[in-house]
């Protein structure tokens, strides 16, 4: 009686990891949703490097704008992923603040940027392999640490920009739209928040091939433009349909 009782529980023990590790392999396919701030590092307003350690001093509310995007995500193992990510974005730069009040320039850029993402997970969540999780039975403070994931990201992009100056920019000259590749690069936190949902916070750099996103270029410029995603983000877990296409059936 205690032979078949023991037997009993470790068949419903591995019966309970099994589920678990296959449930990610069920859900291959995740949709992505992200909205929150752009900053803008350009040619126009900041400060000189000798006086802004890090850029620090150029970050401010009034550059900031926003961005919103949507991703198709595929899970090829537990730890790495590859996404398809979609970003409509507003940058601004303004001499306002910084080292060229006088000049007097300010720009907005419009900014629709496709880009093949890959994630690594450098600490993966524990919950996702937990039957407890997977059937809703869990507590507080130890359950939100173990459902925590952190991944950093890279990848290859592009950006297509439409730059609109005000008047002293417009009389100095720009470039008024145009077409670079970008490099992201970024880190990412998630919570599993249920099984199938996601909620997280993303930040990424976009290093552009380009010193023109915001029009404009100086003879003092060492380096080309770059730009900062800020996201709030929400993922949902599609299932795999029988041709391995995700589905909402």
Wanted: net charge positive; aromatic share 16%; hydrophobic share 40%.
């Amino acid at each position: 009686m205690k032979r078949a009782i023991f037997f009993t529980i470790i068949f419903s023990l591995l019966g309970s990891v099994s589920h678990g590790q296959l449930n990610w392999k069920m859900r291959r396919w995740e949709a992505m949703g992200g909205i929150g701030p752009s900053l803008f590092f350009c040619d126009i307003g900041g400060f000189p490097r000798t006086e802004n350690v890090l850029g620090i001093r150029d970050m401010s509310f009034r550059q900031a704008r926003f961005n919103i995007n949507g991703n198709l995500k595929y899970r090829i193992t537990r730890e790495f992923n590859v996404r398809l990510s979609l970003t409509y974005g507003l940058l601004h730069g303004t001499d306002a603040r910084g080292s060229n009040e006088d000049r007097a320039f300010e720009v907005s850029t419009s900014i629709f940027e496709p880009a093949l993402i890959a994630e690594y997970y450098f600490l993966k969540n524990s919950n996702e392999n937990s039957y407890l999780f997977f059937k809703g039975r869990r507590g507080a403070f130890k359950q939100i640490i173990n459902s925590i994931d952190i991944y950093a990201f890279t990848g290859i992009g592009g950006a297509s920009f439409k730059v609109n100056g005000n008047d002293a920019l417009v009389n100095y000259g720009i470039e008024s739209s145009g077409f670079t590749a970008v490099i992201p690069v970024g880190i990412g936190a998630t919570l599993l928040y249920t099984p199938q949902m996601n909620l997280g916070l993303e930040i990424g750099g976009r290093y552009a091939f380009s010193d023109y996103l915001d029009g404009y270029t100086s003879q003092y410029s060492k380096a080309n433009d770059v730009y900062y995603f800020v996201n709030f983000i929400i993922s949902y877990k599609l299932r795999k349909g029988r041709n391995g296409l995700p589905t909402l059936r």
